[in-house]
C-alpha cells in the first residue's frame, strides 16, 4: 500500500479539464513540496511539476499544481490525446528522510 | 544541469547480491541534497529504496534495510547500491536519484532477476 493515496484511474475528452488528487499526512505532504510525474508506457516518469506549482522547462501551461493541508491536486486542463499517461505524485517523507510515490493514476483520453 | 548515470548487471541469479553503480556528472555530490536509489518493477509504480545526505548520514526504506547498503565514493563523484538476497520479486527498473526541489533521475537500467 503506498504512502499517498491516488485515485487508480481518471478520463476526460479532449479539450476537457481533470484533476488528479493526492492524499498524504502531516509528515509528507503536510510539510514538504509535492512533485508530480507523467510517465509514458516504456519510459521514464518525467517531472511535469514540482515545488507544488512550478513546470519544469517545455511542459504546457496547461497543467497546474495545488496543495491544500494533507493533500495535494494536478489539474490538466484542455485535455489533449497526448497527456495520455500515468500520474504519480510524490513527496518527501520527514520520519523516513527518504521519498513517498502514490499508487498512480492513469489518466486515459476519450 | 546534473547528469546521473546507472550501470551494473542486467542479470541477478535469485539468492545473489544486486550491485549497481551511479556516475554523477556536472555537480558535486558534496556539495549538497539528499541523493539515492528508486526503482520500479514492471507494472507498478516507483519505489523508494534508499537515500543518502552529503554529509553522510544513509537512511533507508523499511522494505529493504535487512538487505540494502548504499556507499558513498565522493573521489570520484559515484555512488552504489547494494541488495542482497535478491529473489524474482526484486526484478525493476532502478534509478538513481538527486533529490531536490526539482529532482533529477537516471535513465534508469532494467535488472532482471532469474535463474
Known amino acids: 500500500q503506498s504512502a499517498l493515496t491516488q485515485p487508480p484511474s481518471a478520463s476526460g475528452t479532449p479539450g476537457q479539464r481533470v484533476t488528479i488528487s493526492c492524499f498524504g499526512s502531516s509528515s509528507n505532504i503536510g510539510s514538504n513540496a509535492v512533485t508530480w510525474y507523467q510517465q509514458l508506457p516504456g519510459t521514464a516518469p518525467k517531472v511535469v511539476m514540482y515545488?507544488?506549482?512550478l513546470r519544469p522547462s517545455g511542459v504546457p501551461d496547461r497543467f497546474f499544481g495545488s496543495k491544500s493541508g494533507t493533500s495535494a491536486s494536478l489539474a490538466i486542463s484542455g485535455l489533449q490525446a497526448e497527456d495520455e499517461a500515468t500520474y504519480y505524485c510524490a513527496a518527501w517523507e520527514d520520519t523516513l528522510n527518504g521519498v513517498v510515490f502514490g499508487g498512480g493514476t492513469k489518466l486515459t483520453v476519450l | 544541469q546534473v547528469q546521473l548515470q546507472e550501470s551494473g548487471p542486467g542479470l541477478v541469479k535469485p539468492s545473489e547480491t544486486l550491485s549497481l553503480t551511479c556516475s554523477v556528472s556536472d555537480y558535486s555530490i558534496t556539495n549538497g541534497f539528499y541523493w539515492g536509489w528508486i526503482r520500479q518493477p514492471p507494472g507498478m509504480g516507483p519505489e523508494w529504496i534508499g537515500s543518502?545526505?552529503?554529509?553522510?548520514?544513509?537512511f533507508y526504506s523499511p522494505s529493504f534495510k535487512s538487505r540494502v547498503t548504499i556507499s558513498v565514493d565522493t573521489s570520484s563523484n559515484r555512488f552504489s547500491l547494494e541488495l542482497t538476497s535478491v529473489t524474482v520479486a526484486d526484478t525493476a527498473v532502478y534509478y538513481c536519484?538527486?533529490?531536490?526541489?526539482?529532482?533529477?533521475w537516471g535513465q534508469g537500467t532494467l535488472v532482471t532477476v532469474s535463474s
Open positions: 515545488s507544488y506549482n
Open positions: 543518502f545526505f552529503h554529509s553522510g548520514s544513509t
Open positions: 536519484a538527486r533529490f531536490a526541489t526539482m529532482p533529477d
